[in-house]
T-cell receptor, first 111, second 113 residues
Framework: GQNIDQPTEMTATEGAIVQINCTYQTSGFNGLFWYQQHAGEAPTFLSYNVLDGLEEKGRFSSFLSRSKGYSYLLLKELQMKDSASYLC????????????FGAGTRLFVKA | DVKVTQSSRYLVKRTGEKVFLECVQDMDHENMFWYRQDPGLGLRLIYF???????EKGDIPEGYSVSREKKERFSLILESASTNQTSMYLC????????????FGEGSWLTVV
């Protein structure tokens, strides 16, 4: 089956760095996404990794290790507005492409 | 900017009613998706479509059907709404040329009483 695991909740302090981990067991892996979702709103795209390594985009970075079925999202210089859910999603090719999502990690940023 | 528009933001329906959720995207994307999102379960794929008049079952298609008569429009149908279909429904679209990034609509909050 297809499975994506990430922690349910995390808390961090404004200005700090936080790492949100994601592990996956899927067949037909074809890329990994991170999305941000504020309460009551739709998810918005943050990053996409298809090759191993680190992708950096401003305060956010995403890492992928395909051999380990592992990714993380790194948020630097945390701001209060970063309080949101962060969704790990894997694109798979099972005769057709589809994207499956983890349950999300709720991040609370405190002053 | 890609825009995915869902026709209704909040709906309240009675058990047994037929419910239509409409979704329109304005970027000529081939792929369209319907997800539902429930606390602790994340986003679960109901149905998706790669082309006009084409549909594929996702992970939880039971109790739902879809229609894609035009490329820009993808409708989700609940033939006979039940209380366990109370949820937030998210429509999304993507295209190969966008790196397969999925763009979401604002969501439709459906309550079945």
């Amino acid at each position: 089956g297809q499975n994506i695991d990430q922690p349910t909740e995390m808390t961090a302090t404004e200005g700090a760095i936080v790492q949100i981990n994601c592990t996956y067991q899927t067949s037909g892996f074809n890329g990994l996404f991170w999305y941000q979702q504020h309460a009551g709103e739709a998810p918005t795209f943050l990053s996409y990794n298809v090759l191993d390594g680190l992708e950096e985009k401003g305060r956010f970075s995403s890492f992928l290790s395909r051999s380990k079925g592992y990714s993380y999202l790194l948020l630097k210089e945390l701001q209060m507005k970063d309080s949101a859910s962060y969704l790990c999603a894997v694109r798979v090719n099972t005769g057709g492409f589809k994207t499956i999502f983890g349950a999300g990690t709720r991040l609370f940023v405190k002053a | 900017d890609v825009k995915v528009t869902q026709s209704s933001r909040y709906l309240v329906k009675r058990t047994g009613e037929k419910v239509f959720l409409e979704c329109v995207q304005d970027m000529d994307h081939e792929n369209m998706f319907w997800y539902r999102q429930d606390p602790g379960l994340g986003l679960r794929l109901i149905y998706f479509s790669y082309d006009v008049k084409m549909k594929e079952k996702g992970d939880i298609p039971e109790g739902y059907s879809v229609s894609r008569e035009k490329k820009e429009r993808f409708s989700l149908i609940l033939e006979s709404a039940s209380t366990n279909q109370t949820s937030m429904y998210l429509c999304a679209s993507s295209t190969e040329s966008s790196g397969n990034t999925i763009y979401f609509g604002e969501g439709s909050w459906l309550t079945v009483v």
